[in-house]
C-alpha cells in the first residue's frame, strides 16, 4: 500500500504553486533523505524557506513540522528489513553503516521536532526543586534510562535514586510527598505495576515527569510530559530508535538541570573529578570544568 504521505504528495503536487511543488517533488523522490535531514537543508535543496516547507506541511494536512515527520517515519516503517527498516538483505558493510547511522541522526532530528521546550523547561525546574528524585523503569531500556538519569542528577548534587523492581516502586511511591519528584521512564508507557506505583506516587502529591510517547496510560497520568514518537520497531516492543531517542532527552534534560544549578554544579563535578583523578580512578588529564566564556556567573545562570 502506498504511505499516506507520499499519496497525498502526489495528489496535490500538479496544483501546489512553484515553490511547494519542488518541497514535494523532494519529497517523493527520496522520502528517506527528507525524514534523515533538518527543515533547513531540505530548504536549501529545494531553494526555498522553512516558512515554505511548513506551508507545505499544511498542505499534506500536517498542523506542523512535527506532525509531518512523524507521519512519514510512521509510513516509511511500514517496509524494510527485520532488522532495521532501512537496510536490505544485499547491503554490504558500507551501506548499512551509513543506513542506520542516517536512522539515528533521523532519531535525534525528531526528537528536535517533537520535544516540547516548556514541558523539558518545566521538568528540569521540577527536577531541582525537589527534596529527592526517585526514577522508575520498566523492563531491559528503561531500567537503564532510569539508572543512568539517577546517576546524572546524583552527580550534579541531587537526591535521586533508581527503582527497578516493581515491589520496590511500590515502597518508594508510599513514600514520597508533595515535594519529590517520580521520573517514569518507559516507551510503551503502559505496563501496570509502573502504572500502579505512579497513581500511588500521585496520591501522595509528588509530581510525576513522564518520559514516554503522547497518548499512553502514562501519559495521561503525568503531571509534565516529555513526549516522543518513534516509527515502530519491526521486531523488538522497545527498539534502538527508541532508546536513542530517549537519551537524547535524558541528555537535553541533564544540561537544563545543570544551568539551574549553575556554578554549584560544575563546583560539584570538578570536584569528583579531582577525586577520581587523585585516587587513580581516571588518571587522564581533563581541562578545567568551566561554562562557556561570556556564560559564568550571574549572566550564565537561567533567569527565573
Given at each position: 500500500m502506498t504511505p499516506r504521505v507520499l499519496e497525498r504528495a502526489a495528489v496535490i503536487i500538479d496544483r501546489a504553486p512553484a515553490?511547494?511543488?519542488?518541497?514535494?517533488?523532494?519529497?517523493?523522490?527520496?522520502?528517506?533523505?527528507?525524514?534523515?535531514?533538518?527543515?533547513e537543508m531540505l530548504a536549501r535543496r529545494a531553494h526555498s524557506s522553512v516558512p515554505t516547507i511548513m506551508r507545505t506541511?499544511?498542505?499534506?494536512?500536517?498542523?506542523?513540522?512535527?506532525?509531518f515527520k512523524l507521519a512519514l517515519a510512521q509510513d516509511l516503517a511500514v517496509g524494510g528489513s527485520p532488522l532495521n527498516r532501512r537496510v536490505r538483505i544485499d547491503d554490504d558493510a558500507r551501506q548499512v553503516i551509513d543506513k542506520v547511522?542516517?536512522?539515528?541522526?533521523?532519531?535525534?532530528?525528531?526528537?528536535?521536532?517533537?520535544?516540547?521546550?516548556?514541558?523539558?523547561?518545566?521538568?528540569?525546574?521540577?527536577?531541582v526543586k525537589a527534596s529527592r528524585v526517585d526514577c522508575y523503569?520498566?523492563?531491559?531500556?528503561?531500567?537503564?534510562?532510569?539508572?543512568?538519569?539517577?546517576?546524572r542528577l546524583f552527580r550534579l548534587g541531587l537526591v535521586s535514586n533508581s527503582y527497578l523492581d516493581p515491589h520496590v516502586q511500590l515502597i518508594s511511591a508510599a513514600t514520597i510527598d508533595h515535594r519529590g519528584v517520580v521520573m517514569?521512564?518507559?516507551?510503551?508507557?503502559?505496563?501496570?505495576?509502573?502504572?500502579?506505583?505512579?497513581?500511588?506516587?500521585?496520591?501522595?502529591g509528588a509530581t510525576v515527569?513522564?518520559?514516554?510517547?503522547?497518548?499512553?496510560?502514562?501519559?495521561?497520568?503525568?503531571?509534565?510530559?516529555?513526549?516522543?514518537e518513534v516509527a515502530p520497531d519491526p521486531v523488538m516492543p522497545v527498539g534502538p530508535e527508541a532508546y536513542l531517542a530517549h537519551l537524547t532527552v535524558i541528555e537535553i534534560l541533564t544540561v537544563l538541570v545543570a544551568q539551574r544549578l549553575g556554578d554549584k554544579a560544575v563546583d560539584r563535578l570538578a570536584n569528583i573529578q579531582r577525586t577520581l583523578e587523585t585516587r587513580g580512578v581516571d588518571m587522564q588529564h581533563h581541562p578545567p570544568l568551566h561554562w562557556d566564556p561570556g556564560t559564568t556567573g550571574s549572566e550564565g545562570k537561567k533567569k527565573r
Open positions: 515553490a511547494r511543488r519542488t518541497v514535494l517533488a523532494l519529497i517523493l523522490e527520496d522520502p528517506q533523505r527528507v525524514l534523515d535531514e533538518t527543515f506541511c499544511r498542505d499534506l494536512g500536517y498542523a506542523g513540522l512535527r506532525e547511522t542516517r536512522g539515528a541522526v533521523a532519531v535525534v532530528n525528531g526528537v528536535q521536532a517533537q520535544l516540547s521546550a516548556d514541558a523539558v523547561c518545566s521538568a528540569a525546574d521540577a527536577l523503569g520498566v523492563g531491559v531500556t528503561s531500567n537503564f534510562m532510569a539508572m543512568d538519569v539517577q546517576a517514569a521512564i518507559t516507551h510503551v508507557g503502559g505496563m501496570p505495576s509502573l502504572l500502579e506505583a505512579v497513581d500511588v506516587a500521585r496520591s501522595r515527569v513522564a518520559l514516554t510517547q503522547g497518548g499512553s496510560p502514562l501519559a495521561k497520568r503525568a503531571d509534565i510530559l516529555l513526549a516522543i
